[in-house]
């Protein structure tokens, strides 16, 4: 079975609320779908959302890479040989991970049913069920709590806060929804680099010694600040996990070894998909250091392979997956069921995936 065609479209979802970090503000899942169809007719799905302030991709560039760069050396290669199309597929340009994760997913799509089983299960996983948290979006404390209260009304046990702005307000945020959830609810914090490394060990020190518990805090120093956020790491108790620090299997080899955080966030589209993560997966394993699995403004497709990758490896302990939970629809038909905080794994082959509007049924 040999890549026969390669196409890009658009799909634009609303989000039932705006998505509001340190870094920005969003109100639609706008990405870039990608699907790939073999000469039998079968038909592998990828998505990248354009996340300018941390992949440096847009929707142009994006379509752009895909279309021009990509696709070329893809297009006549067996699907079976996915070392070779992996290899392809990561030379044909640097950097653009979004991209090559949309293209990515596609090709272990395709493989999958090639196989006739679930990706999970073809990655040598047999996990059914994960739990996700929700992301609580940075506004006003009342409104944080609200919506924190929300979100346990539907089920969620672990919620993920958004916060980097301000630092006493910060505290206040977290403090306020800590009272108000009560203390079996896990609370992760994330800073999305808007704190600096000797404000974040003041902010984490104060929230522990106010007795307030924290599953993690997330990514609180600038992406390049390999030293502060070492200095962090080792001034507080709370575990540090690294996000948008670590892209590559290097980056992840260079913060273990550098004790730089304690846990490391997987994104899809940060490695440039399934491939490259599961090499940071690996290199985790072998440093017995636990991953996150997480995703961007991502709908059910790029969110699908996240979790596929996450029912099939263990050192993949937490998942922040939350992305179908905020849209206000899903266009999509198949896949593992996104059922609040729980998500079960198909069992159709691949993703699971079988009908994306913007390219008809297939």
Known sequence: MKIAKIETAEVNIPLVTP???ALRTVDSV??????????????????????????????GSIRCAIEEFIA?????????????????????????????????MAVYDLFAKTCGKPLYKVLGGSKGEIETDLTI?????????????????????????????????DVERI?????????????RIDANQGWSAKDAVRIIRKLEDMGIDMDLVEQPVSAHDFEGMKLVTSQVQTPILADESVFSAM???????????????????????????LKVCAIAECYEVECMIG???????????AAHLAAAK???????????????????????AFMGSRITMNDEPGLGIFKVPVFGEK
């Not at 006549?76 to 044909?92: P, R, Y």
């Not at 995703?295 to 392979?305: F, P, Q, R």
Request: with cysteine; charged share 25%; hydrophobic share 40%.
């Open 19 to 21: 998505f509001k970090t």
């Open 30 to 59: 706008n990405d870039i779908v990608v699907g790939i169809t073999a000469d039998d007719g079968q038909t592998g799905y990828g998505e990248a959302p354009p996340t300018a302030v941390i992949t440096g991709e847009t929707k």
């Open 72 to 104: 070329p050396p893809l297009i006549g290669m067996e699907i079976e040989n996915l070392d070779g199309i992996m290899k392809a597929l990561h030379k044909s340009m640097i950097k653009n991970t979004s991209a090559k994760a949309a293209v990515d």
């Open 137 to 169: 979006s940075v506004n006003e404390t009342e409104e944080m709590v609200k919506d924190s209260l929300l979100a346990i009304q539907q089920g969620f046990r672990i919620l993920k806060i958004k916060v980097g702005k301000e630092g006493q307000k």
């Open 175 to 187: 403090k306020a929804i800590r009272q108000a959830v009560g203390p079996d609810i896990k609370l």
């Open 251 to 277: 980056d992840a080899i260079h913060i273990i070894k550098e004790r730089a955080a304690d846990l490391i966030n997987i994104k899809l589209m940060k490695t440039g998909g399934i491939y490259e993560a």
């Open 295 to 305: 995703c961007m403004l991502e709908s059910k497709i790029a969110v699908s392979a």
């Open 314 to 336: 263990g050192i993949i302990t937490r998942a922040d997956l939350d992305g179908p939970s905020l849209c206000s629809e899903d266009p999509y038909s198949g896949g593992p």
